[in-house]
């Protein structure tokens, strides 16, 4: 099994390239000129997409192909008293070479929108902006020009009191998303509602691939093992393809898991800075035989710094074949 790391959004080790740089609104609400406000907010995106730029090269430097995108890469957009304001076009130029980079070094890209992007719930409003919330990360995936390939991962959602209904409100609720927008979906499981194996049923319904996140298992377990699990989730990614060469036709595109380490045994479901491989290597060892190919997430604190010290940490694993500085075999 070849399996490759990735981080999530920001660098611990790359100076001043915060891919997030915001302004709130009360700010921007104190400038007299709406026109000059908006153009700041835009000069203020245009950096954090350059910055990406800069990881996405610092990531080649360091044999990094996946990596998490921020989802805040445009300060405030979405926000109600904005409606009218569309920076796509301002920063076409921008997201383009972002994409054309990724493309050209083969990085598989994605977004996970934050929690307020819930399809189970029962607020209209609430699903409006996770509607237009999907929306907008997708065009700015279609901005970058990447395929399908590139994903945007969520969880299910809130039960609201009864999970069956939530269940139900969430599989009617993605159903009514445009299908450009569903064809770059994945689900996760979460640490506190929905486990592994309830986040599973629902892919298989909805016909989407599942993103197992490791730590949520432990955390808030199936009836099965992630393990039992895995060959029906690995059914899961089958038919999804990846165009990594113009030239050459798509391969399929590898399972994504996600992976971080509890935070302490008071806050076990908050992550830690580093990954230990205490769970880890078990899970993988046991999926190995039959998965040719992984894409790990990891969601550490440390971000890149986490990523190297867990690839020293593999080294020291038996039957373990280093192929860079972000991958190796087992």
Aim: charged share 30%; aromatic share 6%.
């Amino acid at each position: 099994m070849i399996v490759r790391l990735g981080y999530v959004a920001m660098s611990m080790i790359v100076q001043n390239a915060s891919p997030s740089k915001t302004m709130t609104y009360t700010n921007f609400a104190k400038l007299d000129d709406r026109d000059a406000a908006l153009r700041k907010l835009e000069r203020i995106a245009a950096e954090n997409l350059h910055n990406t730029l800069r990881l996405l090269k610092h990531n080649r430097a360091h044999d990094i192909e996946l990596y998490r995108c921020s989802s805040k890469l445009i300060p405030l957009v979405g926000h109600e008293m904005l409606s009218d304001w569309n920076p796509m076009e301002e920063l076409a130029e921008s997201f383009a070479e972002i994409g054309s980079y990724a493309r050209e070094h083969r990085m598989r890209i994605s977004f996970h929108p934050d929690h307020f992007t819930v399809l189970s719930t029962p607020r209209e409003e609430v699903l409006r902006h996770s509607f237009a919330d999907l929306d907008r990360h997708v065009r700015m995936l279609e901005a970058m020009g990447l395929d399908a390939a590139a994903k945007c991962n969520i969880h299910i959602g809130g039960t609201y009191g009864n999970k069956q209904t939530a269940r139900d409100r969430f599989i009617r609720n993605f159903g009514a998303l445009e299908k450009r927008i569903r064809e770059r979906m994945t689900l996760e499981n979460d640490d506190k509602t929905f486990t592994a194996l309830e986040t599973l049923e629902v892919c298989e319904e909805v016909g989407v691939p599942m993103v197992l996140d490791i730590h949520h298992d432990q955390v808030n377990r199936s009836e099965e093992t992630a393990e039992q699990l895995w060959p029906r989730i690995q059914q899961t990614w089958q038919g999804q393809k990846a165009q990594v060469d113009t030239a050459a036709p798509p391969r399929e595109l590898p399972p994504k898991i996600h992976v971080s380490s509890p935070k302490s045994e008071k806050d076990p479901r908050g992550h830690a800075d580093f990954i230990d491989t205490g769970i880890l290597m078990p899970f993988l060892r046991a999926i190995a035989p039959t998965t040719p190919r992984l894409d790990i997430m990891l969601e550490a604190k440390k971000k890149d710094e986490a990523l190297f010290n867990l690839m020293e940490a593999i080294r020291q694993e038996e039957g373990i074949t280093v192929l860079s500085q972000a991958s190796f075999e087992l």
